[in-house]
Each structure stands twice: as structure tokens, then as C-alpha cells.
């Protein structure tokens, strides 16, 4: 039994490299990343953030030429994320949360991922477009600039506080209540603010509007309340608006409908009524894809908002007194990254659709009119493009694209058809490999019940008559792996890995189990799937046995490796089925799905003998007795998505039961690796440990 720490050498991993003649993981993990991508309501600037090996900083650019400027100095890889970046009304500043892990639980909490005796603080930071200081203003995080330009709000241990945007005054708290505050919005006019106010089992829509006034809350009730977005006149608000916690025992394994309506309230008197209830059918539950319901109201007479209830996550707007929603966005595909226009007419957004049926596995730029169906599909080709803002002038769309070959960087195009034109090429490090990736290939096979699934497959450059090969399973599982490089980092990160895997000999199949999305409502929500059935493993086998079937593949050198779900998907192909895979990396997987039940109460579930059964069946833990491949555990104990002891009972399972497995511990960093030393070593450790196995 191998119960060794993982020792990589440089010495190792050089010879690799020489031997396949390609480029170093720390070459094609040295791509700068950018995120937040953000325009001003006036002009045409836009910023963004960029991660560039760790040193994150905040970029701007104006039209008409859209050069680059770094406005921040950050030199260190130290963890230390930028989030929440937007720009005031004119156009002068630049504000931005600096610190926390916002893909996680605990968003808010201080990251110290470089381990220094006094960690650093979650802080709002403002700086000028024009350029000049990065200034903090305070502690605290998700700023909201005023209309005015003048000050920035935001949310300080769960209440909401004010400062100057330019720091010439200490900030102050501007409402203390009952529970937590988010979701801050002000007036159009800057006269006031609305917020949601979190009481654990309800909440409530708040508006504040002077310190000598009284909170007005917005037609209380009892059941959670949040989203709020102000009509553009000011004078009313709509909101989102679920059932409060409670009620009488229900189900455990039965897929419910989850309920969730639109209201809407005057904004002085907080009188409210409901202005639309979405359809009491499982694709009518509350959407769960990226941003939720993105509720917005950004002309007087129209709502935008988001719903799957016919099937797929579509675009809908109602008129504020009422009616049958318009459906602007119709076909079998879905829409995300959703932005509306400053003047109030247009929705922009992604979407995987286009001319091509491959796009279903891409991402394009559409736009589409907010009282009326008569969307258009702005990019096309090969490339991803994704994450679109409009900017203030309404003349360029702004937008982070990608190919297979290139990263996402960004990129500007006329509001309207055409191709977008990079502005961050130089952004590149000189030594990125980029003209040695591969281009993945789609494929699709089914699983045993049937079930259609798609992957992408890098097959090496070498002629080599057998090839050993790789299953690589995404995290989530609400994702999609492309057919390019990813607009999220953690997964252009895995992009990155699987070509390096390709260059070093290996076949690479990158799998799209259900569960994710991109292929409708039953495949993003089947039944038996996760703790109630763990169905979506079947793709998985599916996988290996299709790789193990085609003839350039060495049958008996199948390997597996993924990261959060896919951690535990990876297990689950481990533990299930060693005699197919040969050797597997789970990285900060979830072992035991049964410690998510419920506790005990009073008035248990009727099904909760089945539900306890049925969560251990579909956790890796149950099969450790059948598990004999050897696995490299990896986990960071700052995990905020999935508890360290996930993975500490994991391994104390192996060593018992005398499984072959290695561990990589990495203190302090989070599920996200905030530091990009971390994410090189975990990457290096996942690539020299299937090379060491498989080849």
C-alpha cells in the first residue's frame, strides 16, 4: 500500500516534456485570466480584472481603440481575488471588492492562502479610470456606486455602510437591523436604496432613503424575498419572491416543484401585488443557472427576466401591470451572462446556439429587443464568446472570447453582427504554447438507460499506434465543458490540464454528464440523480467503456481525474468500476452524500429509512471494498464549497481496507486555488501521478 506524501520533482517533469518534445504545465497555465468584465452607463469605457499567475489587477479601456491600461499595482500571487468591479456614472472611477472567495460559502471571509501571520481583509477599493491611487475605503464588500457618483454602499458584516468614492471621508454605517443585508440597489435618481434583509426562515425587500426616515419594507410577508430592481422611474420596485422556511414534513427522494413568483411594490407606501407565478411544474422551479431568475427592469413599460419553464433557460418579458409573458428567446437552447442596455432596449446575453450544430457546445453573442421576440445571433464560427456588456454610449459590445487554442481574453465588436476584435493579445506571456494545443473534437455516445451524452475528445499529435487515455469529469455539475477554452476559471484551468495530458501522449475525453447544463431541463435536473440515485454516473462508465472500445486506445490504461463533483465522480468510477479504470486523481470530492440528509427531528420524512439507503448507495464511500485502482487524494483545507473531512474520511476508508493511494494536503487556499502556485502544484501533482500510472 502506497501511503506516501507526493513528492514532485522538477527533475521529473522536465524529463516528461523532453520526452513528448512540448511545452511545460507551467507554460500553458500561464494564461492571464480576466473576469468581471464591467462598461460605465455613460461613454464607452469599460475594466475588467485579470489574473495573470496570480497577480490580479484591474484593467480599463475606451473607444475607439480600446488599448489596455492596468489601473492597479498588485505584484503578489497572495490569493487575494477581485470581485464586485464597476465603474461610476461618468465614467471617473473604478470601484472593486478586493479579498474573499466568491465562488463559495463564507464568500466574505478573508482569504490567507500565502499564510502571512496576519491575514488580510475583505476591502472595497475605489481608483481613478484616468488613472492615479488605488485608495481603500473600507472593509467590506459588494459595492454599489451612486448614481451621483459620489459614494459607494456596500455590505460590512451583514449591514450596510456608506463612504466616499474618492476616500476623502471614513465610512459610516447607514443601516443596522435584524438579520443580514445584500443585494443593495439604489434609486435611479440616487435618492434611496433598496436592499434585501435576510432572517434566516423569511425575508424581506427594504428601501432606505435618509437617515431621519423610516424604513419602508416592501409588502412583508411570509416568505423570502430578494432581488430587488427598481423600476426607471423610481417609483416602484419588483422582486423575487419564494416560500419562507417551514411547512409540514415532505419527501426526501421525490423531485417537487420549487415555487417562486414576481411581485412588485410601490416603493414609498410598500404596497405590493403579484404581478406573475411561474407554472407549478418541475421545469417551472425557480431557475438555477447562471444568475438565477436575472430579474431586471430596464424599460418602464417592460420586466426581463428568466425562466425554465418551457424546457430550457429562456428570456421573458412582462408588462408591469400584468399579463401573459412574451417569450423572447425561443429554440432548444439556453441563455446566460444576461446584461441589459443604459438606454433600456436591448438584452444582451450568450448563448449556446448558432449556425452550426456544434455550437450547442459553444458559446455566441446574441441580443434581443426587451418587447420583442426578434432575437439575433451576433458571432459565429468556432470561437466561444461570452459575458457581453454593452458600453454606455450603445456603440460596442464588449465581450471575453476564446478558441481552442487561445484563452479567453477580451475583445470589442459594433452593436451589432460581426466578429470581435481582441484587445488583450499582448496579455499573453510570451512563452504561452499556444500554436502546439490540439483542437477537441465533439462526440456523443449514450449511457445504459439511453441517455445522449456529449464530450469533447483531444487526441495527441503523435502517430503512436496505441494511446493511453484520460476521462476527464468537470465540477459543479451545473456546467458545461466546451469546445474551447472556458469562461470560468476553474475550468479553463482543466482546459489547460487536458492539453498538456494530449501533448504528453494521452487521449483526453471531457465529459458532459447530466446534471450539467446545456442540454435542457431533464438532462440539468434528472430524476435519481446526485443523493437520490447518483444516475449520472452511468455517463461516466459510459465514457471509459466508449474510450476503451476505439482502437487507438490502450484499454488497459484508462485513467479518470476531476475536481469537486467531478472529485466525486471520479471516486465513484474508482470504487465502482477499478477493473475499467486503471488509475484516477480526485481532487476536494464530496465521499459521503448521506451527511447531507436532514437531521432527526420530531416528525421525520416518510421516506427517510429509503432516503438514508439510497444517499449511502450513491456515495464513493460504499464502495471501498471493491476499489483497488490507485488514487491521488488532493484537498485544500480553506475549502468553502466542500468540508476538508469530506476527504479525510475518504482516505482513512483506503488505508483500512489497504487501497493504493497517494495525498496532496494544500493549508490555508480554498476550493478555487486563489493562489496560482497551489493551482501549478495540484496540476502538476494530477499529471505527473496519471503519467506515472498510465504510461
Known amino acids: 500500500m502506497i501511503r506516501s506524501v507526493l513528492l514532485i520533482t522538477t527533475i521529473f517533469l522536465h524529463i516528461c516534456c523532453l520526452n513528448a518534445q512540448q511545452f511545460s504545465m507551467e507554460a500553458v497555465t500561464a494564461y492571464p485570466f480576466p473576469s468581471v468584465l464591467t462598461s460605465a452607463s455613460t461613454g464607452s469605457g469599460i475594466a475588467w480584472a485579470l489574473n495573470e499567475q496570480g497577480k490580479r489587477n484591474v484593467y480599463v479601456a475606451a473607444g475607439p481603440d480600446f488599448t489596455p491600461r492596468k489601473v492597479t499595482g498588485y ?42 501571520p496576519i491575514p488580510p481583509k475583505t476591502e472595497i477599493w475605489s481608483v481613478p479610470f484616468a488613472g492615479g491611487t488605488a485608495k481603500v475605503l473600507s472593509e467590506g464588500d459588494y459595492p454599489a456606486i451612486s448614481p451621483r457618483g459620489d459614494s459607494v454602499a456596500f455590505i460590512r458584516n451583514g449591514q450596510i455602510w456608506i463612504a466616499a468614492i474618492d476616500g476623502a471621508t471614513p465610512a459610516r454605517n447607514l443601516v443596522a437591523v435584524k438579520g443580514s443585508c445584500h443585494s443593495i440597489t439604489w434609486a435611479p435618481d440616487g ?134 409573458p412574451l417569450l423572447l428567446t425561443p429554440g432548444n437552447f439556453m441563455v446566460e451572462h444576461i446584461e441589459t442596455t443604459a438606454d433600456g432596449k436591448w438584452v444582451v446575453f450568450s448563448a449556446n446556439t448558432g449556425a452550426a450544430p456544434t455550437d450547442i457546445d459553444r458559446r455566441h453573442i446574441a441580443r434581443v429587443p426587451v418587447d420583442k421576440a426578434a432575437m439575433e445571433i451576433l458571432t459565429s464560427g468556432d470561437g466561444i464568446e461570452t459575458y457581453p456588456v454593452v458600453t454606455g454610449d450603445g456603440h460596442t459590445i464588449a465581450a471575453l472570447t476564446a478558441t481552442a487554442q487561445q484563452p479567453l481574453l477580451p475583445a470589442v465588436m459594433p452593436f451589432q453582427k460581426g466578429t470581435p476584435r481582441v484587445i488583450g493579445k499582448t496579455l499573453l506571456p510570451a512563452g504561452f504554447p499556444e500554436a502546439q494545443m490540439v483542437t477537441p473534437k465533439p462526440v456523443t455516445f449514450k449511457a445504459p438507460d439511453g441517455t445522449l451524452v456529449h464530450a469533447q475528445l483531444f487526441e495527441p499529435k503523435d502517430k503512436a ?99 469537486s463533483y467531478g472529485g466525486f465522480l471520479t471516486a465513484h468510477a474508482l470504487g465502482r468500476d477499478s477493473k475499467l479504470f486503471a488509475a484516477g ?36 464511500v460504499a464502495y471501498v471494498d471493491t476499489w483497488t485502482s490507485p488514487v491521488l487524494l488532493i484537498h485544500a483545507d480553506d475549502d468553502r464549497n466542500v468540508e476538508f473531512n469530506q476527504t479525510i474520511d475518504l482516505f482513512r476508508r483506503l488505508e483500512d481496507k489497504g487501497v493504493p493511494f497517494e495525498y496532496l494536503a494544500i493549508p490555508d487556499d480554498t476550493h478555487h486555488w486563489m493562489k496560482y502556485s497551489n493551482a501549478l502544484k495540484v496540476d502538476e501533482a494530477t499529471a505527473a501521478f496519471l503519467i506515472r500510472y498510465l504510461k
Open 75 to 116: 505584484t503578489l500571487d497572495d490569493g487575494q481575488e477581485i470581485s464586485s468591479l464597476s465603474i461610476s456614472s461618468d465614467g471617473k472611477w473604478v470601484v472593486y471588492t478586493r479579498g474573499g472567495d466568491h465562488g463559495g460559502k463564507e464568500s466574505s471571509n478573508p482569504v490567507n492562502a500565502a499564510h502571512l
Open 585 to 620: 486523481v480526485d481532487i476536494h470530492g464530496v465521499h459521503n452524500r448521506s451527511q447531507f440528509l436532514p437531521p432527526p427531528t420530531a416528525n421525520p420524512a416518510p421516506d427517510v429509512d429509503t432516503a438514508l439507503k439510497v444517499s449511502w448507495l450513491s456515495s464513493p
Open 465 to 563: 499506434a496505441k494511446h493511453p487515455a484520460i476521462v476527464y469529469i468537470h465540477g459543479g455539475p451545473q456546467r458545461q465543458m466546451l469546445l474551447g477554452w472556458h469562461y470560468m476559471d476553474y475550468y479553463a484551468n482543466g482546459y489547460a490540464v487536458n492539453q498538456y495530458l494530449a501533448s504528453q501522449g494521452f487521449i483526453v475525453l471531457s465529459v458532459n454528464y447530466r446534471l450539467g447544463i446545456g442540454y435542457g431541463y431533464e438532462f440539468n435536473k434528472p430524476p435519481h440523480a446526485g443523493i437520490i440515485g447518483a444516475a449520472e454516473y452511468q455517463d461516466i462508465k459510459a465514457a471509459g467503456e466508449w474510450l476503451a472500445a476505439q482502437p487507438q486506445v490502450d484499454a488497459t490504461k484508462i485513467g479518470v481525474y476531476g475536481g
Open 191 to 324: 435618492s434611496g436604496l433598496a436592499f434585501a434583509n435576510n432572517r434566516n426562515d423569511h425575508s424581506y425587500i427594504g428601501v432606505y432613503r435618509n437617515a431621519a426616515t423610516s424604513l419602508q419594507w416592501m409588502a412583508p410577508g411570509f416568505s423570502k424575498d430578494f432581488s430587488p430592481r427598481w423600476s426607471p422611474d423610481g417609483k416602484q420596485i419588483a422582486f423575487i419572491r419564494i416560500p419562507g422556511t417551514g411547512g409540514a414534513t415532505d419527501s426526501l427522494l421525490a423531485r417537487k416543484h420549487q415555487p417562486w413568483s414576481i411581485w412588485t411594490a410601490d416603493a414609498v407606501s410598500g404596497e405590493g401585488k403579484l404581478l406573475w407565478k411561474a407554472p407549478t411544474t418541475l421545469p417551472g422551479s425557480i431557475p438555477t443557472t447562471d444568475g438565477g431568475t436575472n430579474l431586471n427592469w430596464p424599460a418602464v413599460n417592460r420586466i426581463v427576466f428568466l425562466s425554465y419553464h418551457d424546457g430550457w433557460p429562456h428570456l421573458y418579458s412582462i408588462a408591469p401591470g400584468g399579463g401573459t
